[in-house]
């Protein structure tokens, strides 16, 4: 008898507690038992159908050092220094991405509200982590911003995402927006407000109905944003010709009995003028073109100037105007030559103002609010640059860092401890590597706020030096 035989005809009877069967001649239970055993030991099991294997989870860049993963402890781990939300968050983030560097595994559990929030930005094995607890069947696949195309891009997530629309909107506008369009009507409203923000680049009069269309969108943001893009725009060649309401609150008039001079008013509706009208002037003007005042008021822009110089209500609608228009050019002039003005829009800007511009614009814009010789302090002034230095997505400015910092006045800022741990962390963020070793011994001066940055530089440091 054969094993086959053992198990398909004594292990049946052994089962059923040998009731109302029967075994081969000439064997008794105890020797079948001991063979059925003995054959089973030696059989292999059925193989399954199929088989649910886990896909592989690859991440090939390297793995951080062990300083890097402490040092993320120190500042992002349970009772951290650093907000894992925060700015200098964004941009230890960033910075591991561009050092083609990946948190070690057995680093990673040690981060979990850092992780979680950007899970997306750190790789695979991160965003797993996050998942781990997840259906097999709601983890999507871990898109690499370089593995994208036009077929498969709308399966990654939003902020990989926009990415992919800008570089796109670089080499083929027109194609990049027929993609936005294809998948518009089925994104919920924020993923439709980021994606909306590529359009800044390669801006064109090509874009002009696919912004127009969206006057009606669900969103509010989706709308206003639509707007200032359309501000952008040249009047007459995809952007609005018809003028705005908004010209009709500026009134040309002349003074003088010798040498008559153009002068020109803000008009401030009686409502608006009886409080403090800077809300009324940012709501109105954020999304008039400066070419429609200067085409309103039929001065040049310079002669413009001029002629509003006299009232700090225009100066501002101008200048409101000019960042509407991604005139930044316009705007730093403003900014110099009115400082008072440019202290006052610093006081009451929202990263919502920025929305549609090129990073580097919105550099230029902060440094042209930052340097202008406000009467604001300088604690005052870096507290308010400090907010948006997350909007600038890894741009430094030595500029910023030199006046904040570096100057008598900066210096003293730190000295006395007027910044905080914010101020220093947006700061760091902001420093370019030739500005880092003064923002160091700066810093050594301001005590525990500014170990966090501190420690965000010796990162810094040890990724670019491990890049090579």
């Known amino acids: 008898m054969n094993s086959s035989e053992l198990v398909s005809k004594v292990l049946p009877f052994l089962l059923s507690g040998m009731r109302g069967a029967k075994l081969p001649d000439g064997l008794e239970a105890l020797d079948a038992a001991a063979l059925t055993a003995q054959a089973l030991r030696f059989m292999r099991p059925t193989p399954p159908d199929g088989l649910l294997v886990e896909s592989e989870i690859v991440d090939g860049r390297r793995t951080a050092s062990a300083f890097v993963g402490a ?27 561009q050092a083609g560097a990946r948190i070690s595994p057995f680093d990673i559990p040690k981060l979990e509200s850092f992780i979680s929030t950007h899970a997306e930005e750190l790789g695979p094995e991160a965003l797993a982590y996050v998942r781990r607890g997840e259906k097999r ?15 498969n891009w709308t399966v990654a997530s939003p902020s990989v995402r926009s990415r992919f629309l800008e570089t796109r909107r670089r080499r083929d506008p027109d194609a990049a927006r027929a993609l936005l369009q294809a998948a518009w009507s089925s994104e919920p409203a924020e993923v439709r407000y980021r994606l909306l923000r590529s359009m800044a680049t390669g801006l064109g009069s090509a874009d002009a109905p696919f912004l127009a269309s969206l006057s009606t969108d669900r969103s509010p943001r989706v709308k206003e944003l639509a707007i200032r893009l359309r501000a952008r725009l040249p009047r007459g060649r995809g952007g609005d010709a018809s003028p705005s309401r908004a ?5 040309k008039s002349t003074r003088g009995l010798l040498s008559r001079t153009t002068v020109l008013n803000l008009d401030i509706p009686l409502s608006s003028r009886r409080q403090d009208p800077s809300g009324w002037i940012r709501n109105t003007f954020s999304a008039v073109s400066i070419e429609e005042i200067v085409e309103a008021a039929g001065l040049p822009v310079d002669a413009v100037f001029r002629a509003a110089s006299g009232d700090g209500n225009l100066v501002l609608a101008l200048m409101y105007s000019a960042v509407a228009s991604a005139r ?28 549609g511009l090129e990073p580097e614009k919105r550099l230029r814009w902060l440094e042209a609010l930052v340097l202008a010789e406000t009467v604001g302090s300088f604690d005052q002034r870096a507290w308010r640059a400090c907010g948006f230095v ?79």
């Open 247 to 251: 010209a009709s609150y500026i009134v």
């Open 71 to 97: 040092s993320l402890e120190v500042l992002f781990g349970s009772g951290g220094l650093s907000h894992a939300e925060g700015v200098l968050a964004e941009s230890v983030v960033r910075a591991i991405g």
């Open 390 to 468: 997350s909007s600038l997505e890894g741009l430094t400015s030595a500029k910023i860092v030199n006046r904040l910092v570096a100057s008598s006045a900066g210096a003293k800022a730190v000295r006395d401890g007027r910044y905080g741990r914010d101020v220093y962390e947006a700061l760091a963020v902001l420093a370019p590597p030739g500005a880092r070793g003064m923002l160091r011994t700066a810093l050594r001066d301001a005590g525990e706020d500014g170990r966090s940055s501190l420690i965000y530089l010796d990162i810094l440091d040890n990724l670019e030096n491990e890049n090579g």
């Open 328 to 355: 930044i050019d316009l705007f730093e002039t403003l900014c110099a030559s009115f400082p008072t003005h440019a202290w006052d829009m610093l006081l009451r800007a929202e990263e919502g103002d920025l929305a």
């Open 137 to 151: 069947a709601a983890i999507v696949d871990y898109f690499a911003p370089e593995a994208l195309n036009d077929e």
